[in-house]
């Protein structure tokens, strides 16, 4: 069993930047692709970004640019780099892990754009 916690969530104005962390503890052996996905009032979740266990990025349209997935594996350890944010931005963020074949979530932690 795979327990995802994330932080870094807040309140920031237009234009500004967070860092969300998402640690990785418990079966963490083999773990490979990691995500970000956010879910805002009455949308559909979405995914992100997502990194792979050899460091392939891949990215949304709508964060493209903007955004910046990266991860440290001796802390076990993903994170989102997130500037020029946007109130569209606004959403509960989501850490995935894929474990062989089964997927694990955390709980999210809330980013809210506004000024």
């Known amino acids: 069993q795979v327990q995802l916690v994330e932080s870094g969530g807040g309140l920031v104005q237009p234009g500004g930047s967070l860092k969300l962390s998402c640690a990785a503890s418990?079966?963490?052996?083999?773990?490979?692709?990691m995500s970000w996905y956010r879910q805002a009032p009455g949308r559909q979740r979405e995914r992100v970004a997502f990194?792979?266990?050899?460091?392939?990025?891949n990215y949304a349209d709508s964060v493209k640019g903007r955004f910046t997935i990266s991860r440290d594996y001796d802390k076990n350890t993903m994170y989102l780099q997130m500037n020029s944010l946007k109130p569209e931005d606004t959403a509960v963020y989501l850490c995935n892990a894929g474990r062989y074949g089964k997927t694990n979530w955390g709980q999210g932690t809330q980013v809210t754009v506004s000024s």
């Open positions: 418990g079966s963490v052996f083999g773990i490979g692709t």
């Open positions: 990194i792979t266990s050899n460091d392939r990025t």
